[in-house]
């Protein structure tokens, strides 16, 4: 009986494990992906919210004025791509949009793919 009890907590125990690693693997592994911690803090992803709205700016002829990127997620691609949440001033008031942009940095180059209004 002591058999049965130690085999039954043990493969208890690992479907817990098996459910956890399914859950919390797509953060982990190449093409998922994961939120960027301190996004306001981050000048890098700052720099690139503020390049999208520029981008943004020359194809439209448009006035937006970068405020910040204020959440972001990245994925692992040929290159990183980021989602970016970026809040802007168009005249006197504050818009959201979401970009995203691909960075590759052994090509020195850094595309935007989409901006548009957000519905956050």
Partial sequence: MAFSASFSRSFSLLVIFSFLSLRFSSALRPGGRSAIPNVKSNTEVQDLGKFCVE???????????????????????????YYLLIEAKDGDVLKKFDAVVVVQAWRHSKQ???????TD
């Fill in 55 to 81: 981008k943004y700016n020359q194809v439209h002829d448009s006035r937006l004025v970068f405020s910040e990127v204020v959440q972001g997620e990245r994925q692992v691609v040929s290159g990183m791509k």
């Fill in 112 to 118: 935007m793919l989409s901006f548009s209004p957000s």
